[in-house]
């Protein structure tokens, strides 16, 4: 069993920047693999990065390419999102998410999702 608790979110004018964190917690995590997915009201919920625990391999979704980064800490078994230049439509719903293996672009692959943090951009 995999428990995922966000933070990090909150409000923030465009072109600023926000770090979220997820703090991973159970069995095995170094063979985890970490994902980001976010959702917007009235949308479906989209893939925005994942990375395997080591490190070997990142993803990313095209629209958040060169702004976003995501990076893990094994010491406290932490993986971040940082958010650079921040637009109006990043404003979503972030959730953290993990599944034994490797990355996967799809949602349903991960087993393990944490509460969600909000992150709202203003214009």
């Known amino acids: 069993q995999v428990q995922l608790v966000e933070s990090g979110g909150g409000l923030v004018q465009a072109g600023g920047s926000l770090r979220l964190s997820c703090a991973a917690s159970?069995?095995?995590?170094?063979?985890?693999?970490m994902g980001w997915f976010r959702q917007a009201p009235g949308k479906e919920r989209e893939f925005v990065a994942a990375?395997?625990?080591?490190?070997?391999?990142?993803n990313y979704a095209d629209f958040v390419k060169g702004r976003f980064t995501i990076s893990t800490n094994n010491a406290n078994k932490t993986v971040y999102l940082q958010m650079n230049s921040l637009k109006p439509e990043d404003t979503a719903v972030y959730y953290c998410?993990?599944?034994?293996?490797?990355?996967?672009?799809?949602?349903?692959?991960?087993?393990?999702w944490g509460q969600g943090t909000q992150v709202t951009v203003s214009s």
């Open positions: 998410a993990a599944r034994y293996g490797s990355t996967s672009y799809g949602g349903p692959e991960y087993a393990y």
């Open positions: 159970g069995r095995a995590f170094y063979r985890l693999a």
């Open positions: 990375m395997t625990w080591s490190g070997g391999s990142k």
